[in-house]
DNA sequence: CGAGAGTTTGACCGTTTTCAATGCATGTGG
DNA sequence: CCACATGCATTGAAAACGGTCAAACTCTCG
Protein backbone atom coordinates (compact mmCIF):
# COMPACT_ATOMS: atom_id res chain seq x y z
CA UNK A 1 0.00 0.00 0.00
CA UNK A 2 2.78 2.31 -1.06
CA UNK A 3 4.27 3.52 1.72
CA UNK A 4 1.93 5.16 4.13
CA UNK A 5 2.73 7.02 7.04
CA UNK A 6 1.21 4.34 9.16
CA UNK A 7 3.10 1.55 9.63
CA UNK A 8 -0.32 -0.53 10.05
CA UNK A 9 -0.96 -1.70 6.77
CA UNK A 10 2.49 -1.85 5.26
CA UNK A 11 3.77 -4.36 7.11
CA UNK A 12 1.15 -6.66 5.69
CA UNK A 13 2.61 -8.88 2.69
CA UNK A 14 -0.55 -8.94 0.25
CA UNK A 15 -1.52 -5.77 0.83
CA UNK A 16 -0.90 -4.19 -2.18
CA UNK A 17 -2.57 -7.36 -4.05
CA UNK A 18 -5.63 -7.21 -2.06
CA UNK A 19 -6.41 -3.43 -2.08
CA UNK A 20 -6.19 -3.06 -5.75
CA UNK A 21 -9.17 -5.46 -5.90
CA UNK A 22 -10.70 -3.72 -3.14
CA UNK A 23 -14.08 -1.15 -3.38
CA UNK A 24 -11.80 1.51 -1.46
CA UNK A 25 -8.61 1.04 -3.89
CA UNK A 26 -9.34 4.34 -5.71
CA UNK A 27 -9.45 6.05 -2.47
CA UNK A 28 -6.55 4.12 -0.78
CA UNK A 29 -4.20 4.11 -3.64
CA UNK A 30 -5.10 7.59 -5.31
CA UNK A 31 -1.95 9.38 -6.70
CA UNK A 32 -3.84 12.70 -6.63
CA UNK A 33 -4.47 13.32 -3.38
CA UNK A 34 -2.45 15.53 -0.77
CA UNK A 35 -0.36 13.20 1.05
CA UNK A 36 -1.38 14.05 4.70
CA UNK A 37 -5.30 13.09 3.48
CA UNK A 38 -4.16 10.01 2.04
CA UNK A 39 -2.37 9.35 5.54
CA UNK A 40 -5.03 9.64 7.56
CA UNK A 41 -6.95 7.58 5.22
CA UNK A 42 -5.01 5.11 5.96
CA UNK A 43 -4.84 5.73 9.75
CA UNK A 44 -8.21 4.72 10.09
CA UNK A 45 -8.11 1.80 8.34
CA UNK A 46 -7.54 -1.32 11.09
CA UNK A 47 -6.85 -4.96 9.83
CA UNK A 48 -9.09 -7.34 12.13
CA UNK A 49 -9.75 -11.07 12.13
CA UNK A 50 -9.12 -13.93 11.67
CA UNK A 51 -12.90 -14.69 12.25
CA UNK A 52 -13.58 -18.74 12.47
CA UNK A 53 -16.46 -20.11 10.35
CA UNK A 54 -19.49 -19.66 11.68
CA UNK A 55 -17.97 -16.84 14.28
CA UNK A 56 -20.11 -13.43 14.47
CA UNK A 57 -18.84 -10.34 12.68
CA UNK A 58 -21.92 -7.97 14.17
CA UNK A 59 -25.36 -8.56 15.40
CA UNK A 60 -28.69 -6.63 14.15
CA UNK A 61 -29.49 -3.88 16.57
CA UNK A 62 -25.44 -3.45 17.50
CA UNK A 63 -24.95 0.12 17.31
CA UNK A 64 -22.75 0.99 14.45
CA UNK A 65 -19.58 2.74 14.00
CA UNK A 66 -17.97 0.81 11.33
CA UNK A 67 -18.18 -0.22 8.07
CA UNK A 68 -15.70 -3.09 6.50
CA UNK A 69 -14.33 -4.22 3.47
CA UNK A 70 -13.62 -8.10 3.45
CA UNK A 71 -10.33 -8.77 2.81
CA UNK A 72 -10.05 -12.90 2.67
CA UNK A 73 -13.20 -15.27 3.18
CA UNK A 74 -17.16 -15.20 2.54
CA UNK A 75 -19.29 -13.49 4.53
CA UNK A 76 -23.29 -13.91 5.37
CA UNK A 77 -25.45 -11.51 6.18
CA UNK A 78 -28.67 -12.06 7.30
CA UNK A 79 -32.15 -11.47 9.61
CA UNK A 80 -34.09 -13.37 11.59
CA UNK A 81 -38.03 -12.60 11.69
CA UNK A 82 -40.76 -12.64 13.80
CA UNK A 83 -41.27 -16.21 13.91
CA UNK A 84 -37.00 -16.56 14.22
CA UNK A 85 -36.69 -17.68 10.79
CA UNK A 86 -33.33 -16.86 8.92
CA UNK A 87 -33.76 -14.58 5.62
CA UNK A 88 -30.34 -14.61 4.35
CA UNK A 89 -29.17 -11.14 2.36
CA UNK A 90 -26.52 -11.44 0.95
CA UNK A 91 -22.75 -12.74 0.32
CA UNK A 92 -19.84 -10.62 0.62
CA UNK A 93 -16.49 -11.51 -1.35
CA UNK A 94 -12.82 -10.24 -1.00
CA UNK A 95 -13.25 -6.50 -1.93
CA UNK A 96 -16.95 -6.36 -0.96
CA UNK A 97 -18.34 -3.88 1.81
CA UNK A 98 -20.53 -4.69 4.84
CA UNK A 99 -22.46 -2.76 7.14
CA UNK A 100 -23.37 -0.12 4.96
CA UNK A 101 -26.62 -0.25 5.52
CA UNK A 102 -26.58 0.76 9.13
CA UNK A 103 -25.83 3.71 8.67
CA UNK A 104 -29.44 5.28 8.55
CA UNK A 105 -30.42 3.81 11.72
CA UNK A 106 -26.72 3.91 13.35
CA UNK A 107 -27.74 0.25 14.20
CA UNK A 108 -26.40 -2.76 11.95
CA UNK A 109 -29.83 -3.97 10.42
CA UNK A 110 -28.87 -7.61 10.22
CA UNK A 111 -26.33 -9.92 11.39
CA UNK A 112 -22.89 -10.56 9.19
CA UNK A 113 -21.20 -14.61 10.24
CA UNK A 114 -18.24 -15.48 8.58
CA UNK A 115 -18.49 -18.65 6.13
CA UNK A 116 -14.97 -19.56 6.46
CA UNK A 117 -12.01 -17.89 7.71
CA UNK A 118 -12.24 -14.05 7.16
CA UNK A 119 -10.15 -11.12 7.68
CA UNK A 120 -11.61 -7.39 7.41
CA UNK A 121 -10.23 -4.25 6.95
CA UNK A 122 -12.46 -2.16 9.09
CA UNK A 123 -13.03 1.35 9.13
CA UNK A 124 -14.29 3.96 11.62
CA UNK A 125 -17.43 5.49 9.52
CA UNK A 126 -18.01 8.89 11.32
CA UNK A 127 -13.69 9.54 10.75
CA UNK A 128 -14.12 8.16 7.40
CA UNK A 129 -17.14 10.11 6.65
CA UNK A 130 -15.11 13.47 8.89
CA UNK A 131 -12.48 12.90 6.10
CA UNK A 132 -14.67 12.95 2.84
CA UNK A 133 -15.65 16.56 3.58
CA UNK A 134 -11.85 17.42 2.97
CA UNK A 135 -11.56 14.65 -0.23
CA UNK A 136 -14.27 15.45 -2.72
CA UNK A 137 -13.12 11.74 -4.06
CA UNK A 138 -14.07 9.93 -0.86
CA UNK A 139 -17.09 11.19 -0.91
CA UNK A 140 -17.93 10.49 -4.22
CA UNK A 141 -16.73 6.97 -3.78
CA UNK A 142 -19.02 6.44 -0.33
CA UNK A 143 -21.89 7.59 -2.47
CA UNK A 144 -21.06 5.18 -5.33
CA UNK A 145 -20.58 2.39 -3.10
CA UNK A 146 -23.92 3.17 -1.34
CA UNK A 147 -25.69 3.68 -4.93
CA UNK A 148 -24.49 0.75 -5.51
CA UNK A 149 -25.74 -1.47 -2.98
CA UNK A 150 -29.18 -0.18 -3.58
CA UNK A 151 -29.40 -2.33 -7.06
CA UNK A 152 -27.83 -4.96 -5.95
CA UNK A 153 -31.06 -5.65 -3.10
CA UNK A 154 -33.20 -4.86 -6.07
CA UNK A 155 -31.73 -7.61 -8.22
CA UNK A 156 -32.73 -10.64 -6.27
CA UNK A 157 -36.03 -9.39 -5.76
CA UNK A 158 -37.20 -10.04 -9.24
CA UNK A 159 -39.68 -12.82 -10.24
CA UNK A 160 -38.08 -15.55 -11.61
CA UNK A 161 -37.80 -19.37 -11.95
CA UNK A 162 -35.52 -21.62 -9.79
CA UNK A 163 -33.35 -22.34 -13.21
CA UNK A 164 -33.09 -18.49 -13.61
CA UNK A 165 -32.26 -17.29 -10.28
CA UNK A 166 -30.13 -20.16 -9.12
CA UNK A 167 -28.19 -19.66 -13.14
CA UNK A 168 -28.45 -15.56 -12.01
CA UNK A 169 -26.63 -16.72 -8.66
CA UNK A 170 -23.72 -18.78 -10.15
CA UNK A 171 -23.46 -16.04 -12.70
CA UNK A 172 -23.29 -13.75 -10.22
CA UNK A 173 -20.10 -15.25 -8.30
CA UNK A 174 -18.17 -16.27 -11.25
CA UNK A 175 -17.64 -12.70 -11.79
CA UNK A 176 -17.22 -11.52 -8.74
CA UNK A 177 -14.24 -14.30 -8.67
CA UNK A 178 -12.99 -13.57 -11.75
CA UNK A 179 -13.07 -9.28 -11.42
CA UNK A 180 -10.63 -10.66 -8.20
CA UNK A 181 -8.12 -12.30 -10.15
CA UNK A 182 -9.54 -15.90 -9.52
CA UNK A 183 -10.98 -18.50 -11.47
CA UNK A 184 -14.41 -17.56 -12.91
CA UNK A 185 -14.25 -20.92 -14.09
CA UNK A 186 -14.47 -23.04 -11.24
CA UNK A 187 -15.04 -22.00 -7.32
CA UNK A 188 -16.02 -23.40 -4.25
CA UNK A 189 -18.93 -22.42 -2.43
CA UNK A 190 -18.29 -21.31 0.70
CA UNK A 191 -21.95 -21.43 1.38
CA UNK A 192 -24.67 -24.81 2.18
CA UNK A 193 -26.92 -25.33 -0.10
CA UNK A 194 -29.76 -24.08 2.56
CA UNK A 195 -28.11 -20.41 2.58
CA UNK A 196 -28.15 -20.67 -0.95
CA UNK A 197 -31.56 -21.81 -1.04
CA UNK A 198 -32.57 -19.06 1.85
CA UNK A 199 -30.95 -16.05 -0.28
CA UNK A 200 -32.91 -17.23 -3.48
CA UNK A 201 -36.20 -18.05 -1.76
CA UNK A 202 -35.93 -21.56 -2.25
CA UNK A 203 -35.87 -24.98 -0.42
CA UNK A 204 -32.43 -26.11 -0.08
CA UNK A 205 -33.79 -29.77 -1.85
CA UNK A 206 -34.97 -27.55 -5.04
CA UNK A 207 -30.90 -26.11 -4.31
CA UNK A 208 -29.96 -29.41 -4.96
CA UNK A 209 -32.66 -30.77 -7.49
CA UNK A 210 -31.65 -27.36 -9.66
CA UNK A 211 -27.82 -28.13 -9.09
CA UNK A 212 -28.51 -31.86 -10.65
CA UNK A 213 -30.76 -31.06 -13.78
CA UNK A 214 -28.11 -28.11 -14.66
CA UNK A 215 -25.19 -30.85 -14.47
CA UNK A 216 -26.90 -33.56 -16.30
CA UNK A 217 -27.84 -31.06 -18.66
CA UNK A 218 -23.68 -30.53 -19.07
CA UNK A 219 -23.76 -26.93 -18.23
CA UNK A 220 -22.01 -27.10 -14.78
CA UNK A 221 -19.77 -30.30 -12.76
CA UNK A 222 -20.89 -30.38 -9.37
CA UNK A 223 -18.49 -31.65 -6.72
CA UNK A 224 -20.16 -31.33 -3.44
CA UNK A 225 -19.28 -27.44 -2.76
CA UNK A 226 -16.75 -27.13 -5.70
CA UNK A 227 -18.57 -26.07 -9.06
CA UNK A 228 -17.02 -25.96 -12.40
CA UNK A 229 -19.22 -24.26 -15.15
CA UNK A 230 -18.75 -26.24 -18.23
CA UNK A 231 -21.11 -24.02 -20.62
CA UNK A 232 -20.93 -20.20 -20.08
CA UNK A 233 -22.98 -19.41 -22.55
CA UNK A 234 -26.04 -21.85 -21.54
CA UNK A 235 -25.85 -20.46 -17.83
CA UNK A 236 -25.93 -17.19 -18.85
CA UNK A 237 -28.91 -17.31 -21.17
CA UNK A 238 -30.50 -18.92 -18.28
CA UNK A 239 -29.23 -16.04 -16.42
CA UNK A 240 -30.28 -13.04 -18.62
CA UNK A 241 -33.61 -12.29 -17.20
CA UNK A 242 -32.36 -11.67 -14.13
CA UNK A 243 -29.15 -9.82 -14.40
CA UNK A 244 -30.69 -8.01 -17.51
CA UNK A 245 -27.02 -8.11 -19.70
CA UNK B 1 -39.73 27.48 3.51
CA UNK B 2 -38.87 30.41 5.54
CA UNK B 3 -38.09 33.05 3.43
CA UNK B 4 -35.49 32.06 1.45
CA UNK B 5 -32.97 34.27 -0.73
CA UNK B 6 -33.96 32.57 -3.48
CA UNK B 7 -37.67 33.62 -5.04
CA UNK B 8 -38.42 30.34 -6.99
CA UNK B 9 -39.49 28.18 -3.47
CA UNK B 10 -41.17 31.28 -1.45
CA UNK B 11 -44.09 31.87 -4.36
CA UNK B 12 -45.33 28.10 -3.66
CA UNK B 13 -48.19 27.85 -1.49
CA UNK B 14 -47.57 25.02 0.34
CA UNK B 15 -43.60 24.76 0.18
CA UNK B 16 -43.45 24.70 3.94
CA UNK B 17 -46.28 22.11 4.46
CA UNK B 18 -44.69 19.96 1.94
CA UNK B 19 -41.28 20.69 3.10
CA UNK B 20 -41.51 20.05 6.65
CA UNK B 21 -42.77 15.98 5.16
CA UNK B 22 -40.00 15.60 2.75
CA UNK B 23 -36.83 13.63 3.25
CA UNK B 24 -34.92 16.85 2.63
CA UNK B 25 -36.61 18.65 5.77
CA UNK B 26 -33.50 18.12 8.14
CA UNK B 27 -31.50 19.90 5.30
CA UNK B 28 -33.43 22.62 4.05
CA UNK B 29 -35.32 23.82 7.13
CA UNK B 30 -32.27 23.81 9.44
CA UNK B 31 -31.46 26.70 11.44
CA UNK B 32 -28.01 25.93 12.41
CA UNK B 33 -26.62 26.73 9.15
CA UNK B 34 -24.97 29.73 7.53
CA UNK B 35 -27.32 31.22 6.21
CA UNK B 36 -25.20 31.38 2.29
CA UNK B 37 -25.33 27.60 2.54
CA UNK B 38 -28.30 27.59 2.85
CA UNK B 39 -29.52 29.97 0.53
CA UNK B 40 -27.44 27.83 -2.02
CA UNK B 41 -29.35 24.39 -1.43
CA UNK B 42 -32.14 26.21 -1.67
CA UNK B 43 -31.02 27.22 -5.50
CA UNK B 44 -30.13 24.16 -6.44
CA UNK B 45 -33.69 23.24 -5.62
CA UNK B 46 -35.82 23.17 -9.16
CA UNK B 47 -39.65 22.31 -9.30
CA UNK B 48 -40.71 20.43 -12.11
CA UNK B 49 -43.98 18.97 -13.07
CA UNK B 50 -46.92 18.48 -13.57
CA UNK B 51 -46.56 15.09 -15.06
CA UNK B 52 -49.57 13.46 -16.41
CA UNK B 53 -50.92 10.20 -15.13
CA UNK B 54 -48.30 7.55 -17.31
CA UNK B 55 -45.43 10.38 -18.36
CA UNK B 56 -42.70 9.37 -17.63
CA UNK B 57 -39.86 11.21 -15.89
CA UNK B 58 -36.48 9.41 -16.27
CA UNK B 59 -35.73 6.68 -18.84
CA UNK B 60 -33.44 3.42 -17.92
CA UNK B 61 -29.84 4.65 -19.58
CA UNK B 62 -30.72 7.83 -19.14
CA UNK B 63 -27.71 10.19 -18.25
CA UNK B 64 -27.85 11.16 -14.65
CA UNK B 65 -27.84 14.38 -13.27
CA UNK B 66 -29.99 14.90 -10.46
CA UNK B 67 -32.00 13.03 -7.80
CA UNK B 68 -36.13 14.27 -6.99
CA UNK B 69 -38.05 14.42 -3.99
CA UNK B 70 -41.89 13.99 -4.92
CA UNK B 71 -43.93 16.56 -3.86
CA UNK B 72 -47.25 15.64 -4.80
CA UNK B 73 -48.72 12.60 -6.56
CA UNK B 74 -46.85 8.89 -6.66
CA UNK B 75 -44.39 7.52 -8.91
CA UNK B 76 -44.06 4.01 -10.34
CA UNK B 77 -40.09 2.74 -11.09
CA UNK B 78 -39.37 -0.27 -12.67
CA UNK B 79 -36.75 -1.95 -15.61
CA UNK B 80 -37.56 -3.69 -18.19
CA UNK B 81 -36.21 -7.25 -18.54
CA UNK B 82 -34.36 -9.40 -21.56
CA UNK B 83 -37.62 -10.46 -22.65
CA UNK B 84 -39.80 -7.27 -22.14
CA UNK B 85 -41.20 -7.84 -19.13
CA UNK B 86 -41.71 -4.96 -16.67
CA UNK B 87 -40.61 -5.54 -13.20
CA UNK B 88 -41.79 -3.02 -10.50
CA UNK B 89 -39.10 -1.90 -8.42
CA UNK B 90 -41.02 0.65 -6.24
CA UNK B 91 -43.76 3.38 -5.74
CA UNK B 92 -42.94 6.69 -4.19
CA UNK B 93 -44.81 9.18 -2.13
CA UNK B 94 -44.92 12.63 -1.48
CA UNK B 95 -41.49 13.70 0.55
CA UNK B 96 -39.35 10.66 -0.12
CA UNK B 97 -36.50 10.58 -3.15
CA UNK B 98 -36.28 9.15 -6.37
CA UNK B 99 -33.08 8.69 -8.44
CA UNK B 100 -30.58 7.63 -5.68
CA UNK B 101 -29.71 4.30 -7.52
CA UNK B 102 -27.99 6.26 -10.76
CA UNK B 103 -25.21 7.39 -8.63
CA UNK B 104 -23.31 4.49 -9.26
CA UNK B 105 -23.54 4.26 -12.99
CA UNK B 106 -24.24 7.88 -13.98
CA UNK B 107 -27.13 6.65 -15.69
CA UNK B 108 -30.71 5.68 -14.05
CA UNK B 109 -30.92 2.24 -13.14
CA UNK B 110 -34.62 2.06 -13.86
CA UNK B 111 -37.97 3.98 -15.33
CA UNK B 112 -40.19 6.16 -13.20
CA UNK B 113 -43.07 7.30 -14.56
CA UNK B 114 -46.10 9.03 -12.80
CA UNK B 115 -49.11 7.20 -11.71
CA UNK B 116 -51.40 10.21 -11.23
CA UNK B 117 -50.63 13.75 -11.20
CA UNK B 118 -47.14 14.38 -10.06
CA UNK B 119 -44.72 17.39 -9.01
CA UNK B 120 -41.14 17.02 -8.23
CA UNK B 121 -38.17 18.91 -6.30
CA UNK B 122 -35.57 18.46 -8.70
CA UNK B 123 -31.84 18.83 -7.10
CA UNK B 124 -28.60 18.77 -9.26
CA UNK B 125 -26.73 16.10 -7.69
CA UNK B 126 -23.52 17.55 -8.40
CA UNK B 127 -23.91 20.92 -7.17
CA UNK B 128 -25.72 18.70 -3.86
CA UNK B 129 -22.49 16.85 -3.69
CA UNK B 130 -19.91 19.72 -3.86
CA UNK B 131 -22.34 21.74 -1.10
CA UNK B 132 -22.37 18.97 0.76
CA UNK B 133 -18.50 19.04 1.27
CA UNK B 134 -19.48 22.16 2.99
CA UNK B 135 -22.35 21.06 5.05
CA UNK B 136 -21.80 18.26 6.73
CA UNK B 137 -25.23 17.96 7.85
CA UNK B 138 -26.21 17.30 4.62
CA UNK B 139 -23.37 15.31 3.43
CA UNK B 140 -24.82 13.00 6.66
CA UNK B 141 -28.54 13.54 5.27
CA UNK B 142 -27.53 11.90 2.06
CA UNK B 143 -25.56 9.27 3.25
CA UNK B 144 -28.59 8.12 5.32
CA UNK B 145 -30.90 8.55 2.62
CA UNK B 146 -28.41 6.12 0.45
CA UNK B 147 -28.16 3.89 3.03
CA UNK B 148 -32.33 3.69 4.00
CA UNK B 149 -33.05 2.48 0.78
CA UNK B 150 -30.13 -0.16 0.74
CA UNK B 151 -32.62 -1.68 3.93
CA UNK B 152 -36.15 -0.58 1.40
CA UNK B 153 -35.09 -2.91 -1.10
CA UNK B 154 -34.20 -5.74 1.01
CA UNK B 155 -37.55 -5.91 2.47
CA UNK B 156 -39.83 -7.39 -0.21
CA UNK B 157 -36.80 -9.68 -1.08
CA UNK B 158 -38.06 -11.95 2.02
CA UNK B 159 -40.68 -15.41 0.97
CA UNK B 160 -43.61 -15.18 2.27
CA UNK B 161 -46.90 -15.94 1.21
CA UNK B 162 -49.11 -13.90 -0.91
CA UNK B 163 -51.12 -12.77 2.31
CA UNK B 164 -48.70 -11.44 4.38
CA UNK B 165 -46.85 -9.28 1.70
CA UNK B 166 -49.70 -8.06 0.13
CA UNK B 167 -50.87 -6.94 4.26
CA UNK B 168 -47.04 -5.64 4.40
CA UNK B 169 -47.41 -3.44 1.18
CA UNK B 170 -50.64 -2.21 2.65
CA UNK B 171 -49.13 -1.44 6.45
CA UNK B 172 -46.70 0.45 4.52
CA UNK B 173 -48.58 2.63 2.69
CA UNK B 174 -50.71 3.33 5.95
CA UNK B 175 -47.74 4.43 7.65
CA UNK B 176 -46.24 6.51 4.80
CA UNK B 177 -49.33 8.36 4.21
CA UNK B 178 -49.66 8.63 7.85
CA UNK B 179 -46.59 10.35 8.41
CA UNK B 180 -47.21 12.69 6.09
CA UNK B 181 -50.51 13.89 7.39
CA UNK B 182 -52.62 11.95 5.67
CA UNK B 183 -55.61 9.21 6.80
CA UNK B 184 -53.65 5.93 7.41
CA UNK B 185 -56.86 4.45 7.61
CA UNK B 186 -58.49 5.40 4.41
CA UNK B 187 -56.76 6.05 1.25
CA UNK B 188 -56.17 5.19 -2.46
CA UNK B 189 -54.05 3.23 -4.42
CA UNK B 190 -52.47 5.18 -7.15
CA UNK B 191 -51.65 2.17 -9.26
CA UNK B 192 -53.77 -0.80 -10.89
CA UNK B 193 -53.52 -4.51 -9.71
CA UNK B 194 -51.24 -5.18 -11.83
CA UNK B 195 -48.54 -2.98 -10.51
CA UNK B 196 -49.44 -4.16 -6.85
CA UNK B 197 -49.10 -8.16 -7.89
CA UNK B 198 -45.72 -7.06 -10.34
CA UNK B 199 -44.01 -5.16 -6.92
CA UNK B 200 -45.25 -7.72 -5.26
CA UNK B 201 -44.15 -11.02 -7.54
CA UNK B 202 -48.25 -12.19 -7.84
CA UNK B 203 -49.97 -12.34 -10.48
CA UNK B 204 -52.62 -9.39 -10.42
CA UNK B 205 -55.29 -11.89 -10.26
CA UNK B 206 -53.78 -13.32 -6.73
CA UNK B 207 -54.29 -9.46 -5.56
CA UNK B 208 -57.43 -9.26 -6.44
CA UNK B 209 -58.11 -12.90 -4.57
CA UNK B 210 -56.54 -11.57 -1.45
CA UNK B 211 -57.82 -8.35 -1.45
CA UNK B 212 -61.55 -9.85 -1.47
CA UNK B 213 -60.44 -12.13 1.42
CA UNK B 214 -59.14 -9.51 3.81
CA UNK B 215 -62.17 -8.06 3.19
CA UNK B 216 -64.45 -10.71 3.71
CA UNK B 217 -62.73 -10.82 6.61
CA UNK B 218 -63.57 -7.63 8.09
CA UNK B 219 -59.71 -6.73 7.96
CA UNK B 220 -60.43 -4.37 4.52
CA UNK B 221 -62.85 -2.34 2.68
CA UNK B 222 -62.13 -2.25 -0.54
CA UNK B 223 -64.07 -0.33 -3.19
CA UNK B 224 -61.83 -0.55 -6.51
CA UNK B 225 -58.61 1.41 -5.69
CA UNK B 226 -60.14 2.96 -2.27
CA UNK B 227 -58.96 1.11 0.48
CA UNK B 228 -60.34 1.38 3.98
CA UNK B 229 -58.21 -0.69 7.38
CA UNK B 230 -61.11 -2.06 9.51
CA UNK B 231 -59.16 -4.06 11.53
CA UNK B 232 -55.46 -2.30 11.77
CA UNK B 233 -54.30 -5.33 14.54
CA UNK B 234 -54.78 -8.22 12.30
CA UNK B 235 -53.41 -6.65 8.87
CA UNK B 236 -49.96 -5.77 11.05
CA UNK B 237 -50.44 -9.74 12.82
CA UNK B 238 -50.16 -10.66 8.96
CA UNK B 239 -47.59 -8.19 7.89
CA UNK B 240 -45.36 -8.40 10.70
CA UNK B 241 -43.30 -11.60 9.37
CA UNK B 242 -42.30 -9.00 6.83
CA UNK B 243 -41.91 -6.01 8.31
CA UNK B 244 -40.75 -7.21 11.35
CA UNK B 245 -41.42 -5.14 14.22
C1' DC C 1 -14.78 -46.19 12.84
C1' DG C 2 -18.80 -43.92 14.34
C1' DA C 3 -21.33 -39.53 14.91
C1' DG C 4 -23.45 -35.83 12.96
C1' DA C 5 -24.15 -32.38 9.77
C1' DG C 6 -25.04 -31.49 5.17
C1' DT C 7 -26.72 -33.23 0.74
C1' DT C 8 -29.37 -35.87 -2.40
C1' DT C 9 -33.40 -38.17 -4.00
C1' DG C 10 -38.29 -39.61 -4.16
C1' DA C 11 -43.31 -39.10 -3.47
C1' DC C 12 -46.91 -36.25 -2.49
C1' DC C 13 -49.20 -31.96 -1.60
C1' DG C 14 -50.53 -27.03 -1.68
C1' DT C 15 -50.21 -22.28 -3.02
C1' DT C 16 -50.03 -19.52 -6.74
C1' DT C 17 -50.21 -19.17 -11.75
C1' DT C 18 -52.35 -19.48 -15.99
C1' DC C 19 -56.09 -19.36 -18.99
C1' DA C 20 -60.54 -17.89 -19.91
C1' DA C 21 -64.73 -15.60 -19.24
C1' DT C 22 -67.41 -12.07 -17.12
C1' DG C 23 -68.25 -7.73 -14.93
C1' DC C 24 -67.81 -2.92 -14.40
C1' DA C 25 -66.59 1.63 -15.09
C1' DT C 26 -65.30 5.47 -18.19
C1' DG C 27 -65.18 7.78 -22.47
C1' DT C 28 -66.24 8.44 -27.45
C1' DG C 29 -68.78 8.92 -31.63
C1' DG C 30 -73.05 8.29 -33.92
C1' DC D 1 -78.66 9.58 -25.13
C1' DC D 2 -77.32 5.22 -26.40
C1' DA D 3 -74.14 1.71 -28.46
C1' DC D 4 -69.86 0.32 -28.24
C1' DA D 5 -64.96 0.15 -27.35
C1' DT D 6 -61.43 0.00 -24.02
C1' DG D 7 -59.01 -0.77 -19.83
C1' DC D 8 -59.08 -2.66 -15.43
C1' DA D 9 -60.93 -5.81 -11.95
C1' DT D 10 -63.02 -10.00 -10.51
C1' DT D 11 -64.07 -14.83 -10.47
C1' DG D 12 -63.68 -19.81 -11.66
C1' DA D 13 -61.31 -24.11 -13.10
C1' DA D 14 -57.24 -26.59 -14.06
C1' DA D 15 -52.20 -26.98 -14.18
C1' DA D 16 -47.56 -26.28 -12.58
C1' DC D 17 -43.84 -25.15 -9.85
C1' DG D 18 -41.74 -25.45 -5.86
C1' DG D 19 -42.42 -26.95 -0.90
C1' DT D 20 -42.74 -30.38 2.64
C1' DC D 21 -41.88 -34.70 4.54
C1' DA D 22 -39.17 -38.69 4.83
C1' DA D 23 -35.37 -41.63 3.98
C1' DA D 24 -30.87 -42.78 2.19
C1' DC D 25 -26.46 -41.28 1.34
C1' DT D 26 -21.76 -38.86 1.79
C1' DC D 27 -18.35 -36.47 3.82
C1' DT D 28 -15.66 -34.74 7.42
C1' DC D 29 -13.90 -34.87 11.78
C1' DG D 30 -13.09 -36.48 16.27
Not at 25 to 47: F, I, M, R, T, W
Not at 157 to 173: C, N, P, Q, Y
Not at 202 to 228: K, M, P, Y
Amino acid sequence: MRTPASGAIADDGDALRFCSTCAFSSACLSQGYDKSALAELHCLVEHIGPFRPGERIFAEGDPFNAIAAVRAGTVKTSVVDADGREQVHGFFLPGEVIGLGAIHAERYPCNAVALDTVMLCRFSFPMMATLAQRMPGLQGQLFRLLSQDIGKAALMAGDHSADERLAAFLVSLSRRWGERGFSPRRFTLAMARADIGNYLRLASETVSRVLRRLQDDGILAVHGRDVEILDEDRLRALARTVLRD
